[in-house]
């Protein structure tokens, strides 16, 4: 299957390229959108190599190509892992402001679409992240993980990305 992998601005981004490996074992053809902060934190030439395809970032690239819509049409699963607060209130809301909010709008509802949450076992607690999740939920996408572990912010508790192996098998 064609799996568009959205990556967002959480520490788990740099066990994506991981991810990537894992999906294409199972036999999947993986591209991958990155969002600016998670570019900072894994490598857009190593997704590349993995993924043997180029990596989106830009809403807006420099031949007119509408890479939201075209992304959105060639995904038969969207995958957003990790997935950051943040992205989970813009799904929430429907807000559209870089290339993988706007393509998650574009890809068509019947198809199946995962979240794979990580992030501070606070930030994970908090009210509106819970109720960010539970709507997407109702509206049919699913979520893998998060997991307890110690996290990179030196705490221990749940927030910890789903394992790659793990998110690949749900997939
Ligand atoms: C080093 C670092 C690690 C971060 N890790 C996380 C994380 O694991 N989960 C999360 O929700 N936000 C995390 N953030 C905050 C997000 O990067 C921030 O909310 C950002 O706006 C997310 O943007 P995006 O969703 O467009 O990628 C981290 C920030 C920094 C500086």
């Known amino acids: 299957m064609n799996i568009l992998l959205g990556i967002t601005g959480g520490i788990a981004a740099y066990k994506t390229p991981e991810l990537v490996r894992q ?8 591209r991958c959108v990155l969002t600016d902060n998670a570019g900072r934190l894994v490598a857009r030439d190593a997704l590349a190599a993995v993924s043997g395809a180029p990596v989106a970032t830009d809403l ?5 190509r509408m890479d939201h819509i075209d992304l959105a049409r060639w995904a038969e699963v969207l995958l957003i892992a990790p997935a950051t607060a943040n992205a989970l209130a813009h799904l929430r ?12 709008l574009a890809v068509d509802p019947a198809r199946p679409r995962l979240v794979a949450p990580a992030m501070n076992t606070v930030m994970w ?18 979520a893998v993980g998060p997991v307890a572990g110690d996290l990179a912010c030196g705490e221990q508790g749940v927030g910890a ?6 998110i690949a098998d749900a997939v």
């Open 60 to 64: 807006w690239p420099e031949d007119g």
């Open 23 to 30: 999906l294409r074992k199972r036999g999947h053809a993986v």
């Open 161 to 166: 990305m789903a394992a790659p192996e793990v």
């Open 93 to 104: 809301l429907g807000l559209a402001d870089d290339l993988l909010t706007t393509l998650a």
């Open 125 to 142: 607690n908090q009210p509106a992240v819970q109720e960010n999740l539970a709507v997407l939920l109702q509206r049919g996408w699913r």
